[in-house]
């Protein structure tokens, strides 16, 4: 069974930095793309970034352009996401995303069709 788990979230303060990790296992040993959404209580899923574990390319929501970044060690299946210069907005829970079958431009727009997903780690940034 595929399984992707989630590291790093907490509270911190506007202005200020996180990391999130997510390790691979299991099925998912060699996923084609990974990357992260984030959920506001009721809201529908938003795409935030997502790299090509083959090509190393990444994409990155609108909202978060500039300020995160998302990269990997395909040593160990991890990806992380460097959260800089958060804002309130970014509260939400965090949720790391997997994909065999491949990367392409709109995955990020897509959060129905993503084949794995984690269990989610929250993230809350005060003012």
């Known amino acids: 069974q595929a399984q992707l788990t989630e590291f790093g979230g907490g509270s911190v303060q506007a202005g200020g930095s996180l990391r999130l990790s997510c390790a691979a296992s299991?099925?998912?040993?060699?996923?084609?793309?990974m990357g992260w959404f984030r959920q506001v209580s009721g809201g529908e899923r938003e795409g935030v970034a997502r790299?090509?574990?083959?090509?190393?390319?990444?994409r990155y929501g609108d909202s978060v352009r500039g300020r995160f970044t998302i990269s990997q060690d395909d040593t160990n299946h991890t990806v992380y996401l460097q959260m800089d210069m958060l804002k309130p907005e970014d509260s939400g829970m965090y949720y790391c995303?997997?994909?065999?079958?491949?990367?392409?431009?709109?995955?990020?727009?897509?959060?129905?069709?993503?084949?794995?997903w984690g269990r989610g780690t929250l993230v809350t940034v005060f003012s």
């Open positions: 790299i090509s574990t083959r090509s190393g390319i990444t």
């Open positions: 995303a997997a994909d065999r079958r491949g990367c392409p431009v709109g995955w990020l727009y897509a959060a129905t069709s993503v084949e794995v």
């Open positions: 299991g099925d998912t040993v060699s996923p084609h793309c």
